[in-house]
């Protein structure tokens, strides 16, 4: 939507429909230009989002007490990742 006008007039016009059933507005503002990847940042991203799955697991496998936000396969993994990183802070 061009801008908050448009959208309230489109969620007026489309009240009552499927398409109007619960419209929201995300962001406001023009789009964000986003150049295209490198190639280093191609060949990198495999390795930062495999670090970041495992920062979540870890943080997920901390707090996970009572809660079992994880399997125990998930855990008994997890639990590994987390001794090893343990193990090299030392």
Sequence with gaps: F???CHFFAT???LEGTKKGHNPHLDYIGPCKY???CLDSEL???PLRMRDWLKNV???LYERDE???LLTEK???RVKKIHENEKRLEA
Excluded: A, R
């Design 34 to 36: 986003i150049p295209p």
């Design 11 to 13: 969620k007026c016009t």
């Design 74 to 76: 998930q855990k008994l």
């Design 2 to 4: 061009d801008s908050s």
């Design 66 to 68: 009572d809660n079992n």
């Design 43 to 45: 060949t990198e991203f």
């Design 57 to 59: 697991l870890v943080t």
